[in-house]
């Protein structure tokens, strides 16, 4: 099992930029990729950005060249930086965990809100 705990988020003005952090623990040698999901209510949720254990990275489209996806490995801990904030990225953004051995499965945090307004 892997346990995994976002912080930061909250309210934004538009062009504003903001960070949201995950942290996980428990079967973390298990992990093979980790990312950030959004969600807006009656909507599905998608990918924003994903990290493998590798490094390799992987953006969304439609934030491309404003959003960041890092990883501090001892602190087993994945940042998503969020610059140039535009009000469509508003939704709930919820941390991932993927694992494909022994069985795949992912994993969710709670989320966070984020809210890009005026």
Known sequence: ???????GGG??????SLSVSCVASGSIFRIS???WYRQVPGQER???????RGGKTNYAD??????TIS???????????????KPEDTAAYYCNAHQERPV????WGKGTQVTVSS
């Open 46 to 52: 998608e990918l924003v950005a994903s990290i493998t």
């Open 71 to 85: 990883r501090d490995i001892a602190k087993n801990t994945v940042y998503l930086q969020m610059n140039s904030l």
């Open 62 to 67: 439609s934030v491309k060249g404003r959003f």
């Open 11 to 16: 309210l934004v003005q538009p062009g504003g």
């Open 33 to 35: 990729g980790m990312g």
């Open 1 to 7: 099992q892997v346990q995994l705990v976002e912080s």
């Open 104 to 107: 795949e499965s992912d994993y």
